[in-house]
């Protein structure tokens, strides 16, 4: 952040859906995330989800998480 107004914010490990182009940070995908029933406010995610172990921890040691690594978005998807 600059002192003088002006900021820049790099999304990394991110999943975006429905663009073309990524922006630039590391771990950042595309497709579509999955979830298992948006319109009715489950935003957990399905198995095929490409966020699923997609993610990374901030702070090693940190987080708990399932799988390979963590996910992402909000919710951890547990088997």
């Given at each position: 952040?600059?002192?003088?107004?002006e900021?820049?914010?790099?999304?990394?490990?991110?999943?975006?859906?429905?663009?073309?182009?990524?922006?630039?940070?590391?771990g950042n995908?595309?497709?579509?995330?999955?979830?298992?029933?948006?319109?009715n406010g489950n935003f957990?995610?399905?198995?095929?989800?490409?966020?699923?172990?997609?993610?990374?921890?901030?702070?090693?040691?940190?987080?708990?998480?399932?799988?390979?690594?963590?996910?992402?978005?909000?919710i951890?998807?547990?088997?």
């Amino acid at each position: 952040f600059d002192i003088e107004g002006e900021a820049s914010v790099v999304p990394s490990y991110c999943l975006f859906y429905g663009t073309s182009e990524l922006p630039e940070g590391d771990g950042n995908i595309q497709g579509d995330p999955q979830w298992i029933d948006p319109d009715n406010g489950n935003f957990m995610l399905q198995e095929i989800s490409p966020a699923i172990d997609a993610g990374i921890c901030p702070l090693e040691g940190e987080c708990i998480y399932y799988g390979l690594a963590p996910d992402i978005g909000a919710i951890e998807m547990q088997e």
